[in-house]
């Protein structure tokens, strides 16, 4: 399915009954990712898988920015009347909750991110030198974002009121300490290190984190 946000059309996937989950994806991917966690999900869950603005079916685009992607998705809501959702973002779509729950928050109510950061600079040194490299060969715009953006402060995270729940892998880009920085800068925050796996193992094609998804939505869900 289509509709039409901030004039970029965004194609998304809904199926399932129940209390609302938006699920975003990282830098380069398409909902496709979530395709097994959604096989969980929508047995309890309206589940809404989106493409973001210039990947998979959804409206290409020049340039990205995470703002540009919150009002995106803050549209969404607003156009289909979802009723304060729970929002998961993996990687970029972590940081665009982030920064949708700082700008807007009674719009959610309730926040998962996996592997977000504040600042390119909180990527470990040998992930931050093979993405400047990429972009230097590729000159990728969506790579280009990563090494510009975002730019989260410390206040932005105190205006993040509802419950949030930050992952991490233990070989993750993120080191462990960023993602408890970001857990205990909200008013509400949990982190969980997830053993053995990386940035991306126990997410892309993946049921690993239902269990932990499924917890926080009875916890925390509105509905």
């Not at 009954?17 to 938006?22: A, D, N, S, T």
């Not at 972009?135 to 790579?143: E, N």
Request: net charge negative; glycine share 6%; hydrophobic share 35%.
């Amino acid at each position: 399915m289509r509709v039409e946000v901030n004039g970029i059309g965004i194609y998304y996937e809904i199926s399932g009954e129940g209390p609302p989950v938006i699920l975003l994806h990282g830098n380069g991917e398409d909902c496709r990712i979530f395709d097994r966690l959604v096989e969980e999900l929508k047995r309890t869950n309206t589940v809404f898988s989106i493409d973001t603005r210039g990947h998979g079916k959804s409206d290409p685009v020049d340039s990205f920015h995470y703002s540009d992607m919150v009002e995106d998705i803050v549209s969404f809501i607003d156009s289909l009347k979802i009723e304060r959702p729970i929002l998961y973002g993996f990687s970029d779509g972590g940081i665009v909750g982030l920064m949708l729950a700082s700008k807007y928050p009674d719009l959610l109510s309730g926040l998962i991110a996996s592997g977000p950061n504040l600042t390119p600079k909180d990527m470990k040194l040998y992930d931050r030198i093979t993405t400047k490299l990429a972009f230097f060969f590729k000159r990728d715009p969506k790579v280009e974002l990563m090494i510009r953006e975002p730019n989260i402060t410390e206040e932005d995270l105190s205006k993040i009121t509802v419950p949030v729940l930050i992952t991490v892998a233990e070989k993750d880009i993120i080191p462990y300490s960023h993602a408890e920085h970001i857990a205990s800068s909200v008013r509400n925050g949990t982190v969980i290190l997830v053993p053995y796996e990386d940035h991306a193992s126990y997410i892309v094609n993946s049921d690993r984190l239902y269990p932990l998804i499924s917890d926080f939505i009875a916890d925390n869900s509105d509905h």
